[in-house]
Every structure is written in structure tokens, then in C-alpha cells.
């Protein structure tokens, strides 16, 4: 039987040339599975009662069973009933003499259920003191010669394939050198065969990839066979991109013997994924260029409704201040008057005190709407915010220390702002006056900055730990005469003018409720754009 698998381990070619002849028998019987896998024929080593001890893992290719499934199996049950007694007398009288007895026409059953033609030839083994068993060897043609013939051309359809494939075939031996590569490897590396034959494998790969190549080139497992990426380089230096997908070869004990790896040149579609993620990057910038433009439209057009809003809200409150304010001045004028007439203890006095104080509110009401209907000029000038800031808390500090308020400045570093100084005070004032009246004894008001370079943006927060606005007020907050401080005799216009100035700035407020943790209270955001100018140290900066 080895003269038998000498014969055909000469026939498959490549696994025959140069070096591979010099072996030492125990090295290349590491190459056998391979060679056995790919045979046209099937030898089988049967016992005496005809069960299968071993079978070749071409039974696989050629009959459909996995060999596994007809270990311990007797082989008469795979056989055409009507072959099985000329099949019995041929290995009986093998078993009984050493001398080859002539080939035998026989069928087989297919595990499609067909029955296949196959020439037997038995081999008497059982004086081998390492077998002690009967040889069986399946032909798939009826003549040998028909089988040699299709063998040569079997190989040099196979050598053709090899040489005109699309993808660069790498055979490897145990040492890790290179047994074989195709002129498609060759033609993608820039080298000549020969010039690569002996060679390493790991000479041609990249640094940072050769950790990972001899690792799937080693590997025992499935999962090595997956396709992985590998960077070449070329004869001239330049880079190969590729995929490869290695099968490693390993003897009968396990180990190591080779590897033969399909790889695939993708340099071309690497570069053209490159541009794809370069197109893909931009179209998302572009896309994040035009949401923020959409958004930044969307707000133009809620300021500029907003504005139109006011001015029209505000023409009305300016023509009807103008209308009530000169009765009113008559009013005023003719009460006071009268209460001079009358005496200190003239229980009248108490009528006519309330009709001023009154008359007084309506004075300051009117007054406000003036500011509030009237066209606002702004004053624009360049101004340290921080400067502006803390002069309107100096205003608020004797409160605070009445009330026993402390107040915490946390300033960042902020460029000049362009803006009319003396309305922004205003604002300023306004919202702190308001956020004092709101807390109680013992709380906290704070106020911070923070400059956003991409909105060229300064955003002024002043935080007070009163209690927080209820929900369904909060869409209210800037809307003429709504007001907390009825009591205190607040008009209501105070956050609508501060809101008209904002806008007219260019810039947005906002406020929020914290609800949790030390920052619980109301928080207002004033958004303010500034212009182009250099930063400047804040005035006051850290926390009192």
C-alpha cells in the first residue's frame, strides 16, 4: 500500500518539487492528511470480519460519508448485494495468500442512495507486524490507466488554476518558509518566484501586522480561517493592502507543519473606502453645518417674531400711557391739593393719602410702559460685563445684608462686550432685585460667566435659591404685567423690558428651575453676542 501512496503523493506535483524530495520521512508524512484529502480513490484497512479500522478522508469527496460514520462498520453493507459474494471471495483468498489477486468490478452505494462504479484492488497486510489487517483500495474509473490520466490532467488544470487565479496563493512548510506561491503573489509583491521561494512569509508583511499574521498562520482553530486585513510591502517599498485567510496544516500529533493561505489583493478598494470615509465625513459635517444654520434661522425668526411682537404690544402700551398719563398728572395734582384743605385730624385725609399712593403706582405703570412701547436707541460701546455686574450688585448689597443673603461671583475670562451699558444695567438690576425679593432670609445668590468661542457668545447666569416657579407660570415669565410681587406693588414690566433688551442685543433669556441638590432655586441665562475684540482679565473674579 505505501508504493500505492508513493505513486500518487509524486502525482500531485507541487508537493513533490525542489526540497520537498530531501525530507526526512517523518517530516513529510506530516503533508499526508493533505494528500489523502484530495486522493481520486479511497483505501480502506478492514479486520478480519470485514469492518472498517480506518478509512482515507477522500471517502468524504467521493462517496459523500464523512469517514468518521464508517469506522467499525462492516464495508459488505456499503456494497451492491449482488457484488457481496464475489467481494467476500476476493478478500477471503487475499487474506489467504501474500501475492496481489486481479482487480475486482464492483458498485458502491453513494450516500445520495446511487450506486458508483469503483475497481477494487485488496492488499494482504496481515503479516505486517504495525497493520495485521486486509488494504482495500476504491478506484473511481475501471481501468488505472483511465485514473493516471485523469490524474495529469486533474494536475495541470489544477497547475493553471493555481497560476491564473485572481488571488495570490501562499504555501508555507513548518519552518515557516515560503514551499510555493503563485505568479499572481509574485506580480503583487514585485518580486520574481524565486526570489520568494525559502523566504519567510513575515519578510513581506508590515510591522504592525506581523504579530497578528503568525498568529492565524499558527493557529489550530476555525475561527484563523476568517479573512483578516495585512498590509504587504512591495519590492519598492510601497504598500499592499490585503486580505488574507489562512489554513494551517498539522500532522498527525497535532502539530504544526504548514500553512497555505488564499490572499487577496483590496489596495484599490482600500483606497476608494478611504474616500468614501472622506465623502461620508464631509456630507456629515455639511449636515451638521446646515442643522446648526436651520437652527440658528429657526431662532432669527423666533426673535424677529418676538420683536414684531413687542413692537407692536409695545405701541399700544406707549399710546395708551400717553393717553392716561396727563388726566392722571390732573388727578394727582387736584388730590393734593384738596388734602392740604383739609385739617391733620380730618378723617378724609386717609381717603384722599390712598388716592395718591395709588395715583403714584399708575404714574410709575405709565412711566414703564413709555420704556416699554417706546423705540430703544441703543448706545453701543465695547464694555468689561464684569464691571457692569458688579455695579449693579453694590446696588442689592444693603438688602442682602438685611436679609442675610450672601452673594457668590464666579466669573470666567471674557472678552469686551459690545452693548449699550446703560440699558444692560437695567436688565441686570432688574433680574437680581427680583431674585432677592424671591429668596428668604439666609439664601444664596450667585452670579457666573462663561464665554462660548464657537457662538462668540458671553452667557451670564444669576441663580437664587428661592423657591422655584411653578410649571404652568413659566411660559408667562416675560409677558407684560405678569408679576410675583403684587404685594410689593411690582407692575409686571420689569422682565418684559429686560426680555426687549435682550433681543434688541442680538441675544436671548431664558430661565430654569434647579430642583435638586445645593442649586435648587430659579436660574436665569442671559445670552449675549459680543464682537470681535481681545480678552481682558474679569473684574472681581472668584467666588465672595
Known amino acids: 500500500m505505501m508504493s500505492e501512496i508513493k505513486t500518487l503523493t509524486e502525482g500531485i ?55 468518521e460514520e464508517l469506522i467499525r462498520k462492516n464495508i459488505l453493507k456499503y456494497i451492491h448485494p449482488d457484488d457481496v459474494p464475489p467481494v467476500k471471495e476476493k478478500i477471503a483468498k487475499a487474506a489467504q495468500q501474500s501475492a496481489f489477486p486481479p482487480p475486482l468490478d464492483l458498485r458502491i452505494r453513494h450516500q445520495d442512495g446511487n450506486w458508483r462504479n469503483f475497481e477494487l484492488t485488496v492488499n494482504n497486510l496481515l503479516d505486517e507486524p504495525n497493520i495485521k489487517a486486509i488494504a482495500v483500495n476504491f478506484r473511481d474509473d475501471l481501468k488505472r490507466e483511465k485514473g493516471e490520466n485523469a490524474l495529469r490532467e486533474s494536475e495541470k488544470r489544477y497547475r493553471l488554476i493555481v497560476e491564473t487565479a485572481a488571488e495570490g496563493i501562499w504555501l508555507i512548510d513548518s519552518e515557516k518558509k515560503t514551499a510555493f506561491v503563485n505568479q499572481r503573489m509574485a506580480d503583487m509583491l514585485g518580486y520574481k518566484t524565486d526570489e520568494i521561494l525559502g523566504q519567510p512569509l513575515l519578510t513581506f508583511i508590515m510591522e504592525e501586522y506581523k504579530n497578528s ?27 499592499v493592502w490585503a486580505i488574507a485567510s489562512c489554513r494551517p496544516i498539522l500532522d498527525d500529533k497535532g502539530y504544526f507543519a504548514g500553512s497555505l493561505c488564499m490572499i487577496t489583493d483590496i489596495t484599490e478598494r482600500k483606497k476608494a473606502q478611504d474616500v468614501l470615509t472622506e465623502e461620508k465625513e464631509r456630507a456629515e459635517r455639511l449636515a451638521a453645518e446646515l442643522e446648526k444654520a436651520n437652527k440658528e434661522l429657526k431662532l432669527k425668526q423666533e426673535q424677529f417674531l418676538q420683536r414684531e411682537k413687542i413692537i407692536t404690544t409695545g405701541a399700544l402700551a406707549a399710546g395708551v400711557a400717553h393717553e392716561i398719563r396727563n388726566p392722571l398728572a390732573v388727578i394727582g395734582m387736584t388730590v393734593q391739593y384738596l388734602q392740604s384743605k383739609l385739617p391733620e385730624n380730618d378723617p378724609r385725609r386717609e381717603l384722599t393719602e390712598a388716592i395718591v399712593k395709588k395715583v403714584e403706582r399708575l404714574d410709575r405703570v405709565t412711566k414703564e410702559l413709555s420704556s416699554y412701547g417706546g423705540t430703544i436707541s441703543l448706545n453701543l460701546r465695547k464694555h468689561n460685563l464684569a464691571r457692569c455686574l458688579n455695579m449693579n450688585l453694590a446696588l442689592i448689597k444693603p438688602r442682602c445684608r438685611i436679609q442675610g443673603i450672601k452673594i457668590r461671583k464666579r466669573y470666567s475670562r471674557m472678552p469686551l462686550v459690545e452693548m449699550d451699558n446703560e440699558q444692560m444695567d437695567k436688565v441686570f438690576f432688574n433680574i437680581m432685585d427680583n431674585a432677592v425679593h424671591a429668596m428668604p432670609e439666609d439664601g444664596i445668590l450667585t452670579i457666573s460667566t462663561e464665554y462660548n468661542e464657537e457662538s462668540r457668545t458671553v452667557i451670564v447666569a444669576i441663580h437664587n435659591t428661592g423657591p422655584i416657579i411653578k410649571k404652568r407660570h413659566l411660559p408667562h415669565i416675560f409677558k407684560p404685567f405678569y ?19 435682550i433681543l434688541r442685543h442680538g441675544g436671548k433669556i431664558a430661565i430654569q428651575n434647579k430642583t435638586r441638590g445645593k442649586d435648587k432655586g430659579v436660574a436665569f441665562f442671559v445670552h449675549i453676542p459680543i464682537s470681535t475684540s481681545p480678552r481682558i482679565p474679569s473684574e472681581g473674579m472668584g467666588n465672595k
Open 213 to 239: 499574521a503568525k498568529a492565524q498562520i499558527e493557529s489550530r482553530h476555525e475561527d484563523s480561517r476568517l479573512p483578516r486585513d495585512v498590509k504587504f510591502r512591495r519590492r519598492d517599498g510601497t504598500v
Open 483 to 501: 408679576t410675583a410681587k403684587k404685594k410689593e406693588g411690582g407692575t409686571g414690566l420689569g422682565l418684559a423690558i429686560a426680555q426687549n433688551v
Open 13 to 67: 506535483g507541487i508537493a513533490a518539487e525542489g526540497k520537498e524530495r530531501e525530507k526526512a520521512p517523518s517530516e513529510s508524512e506530516a503533508w499526508l492528511p493533505c494528500i489523502f484529502q484530495y486522493l481520486s480513490e479511497i483505501i480502506a484497512i478492514l479486520e478480519t470480519d470485514m469492518t472498517i479500522r480506518y478509512i482515507t478522508p477522500s471517502l468524504e469527496r467521493v462517496l459523500g460519508y464523512k469517514p
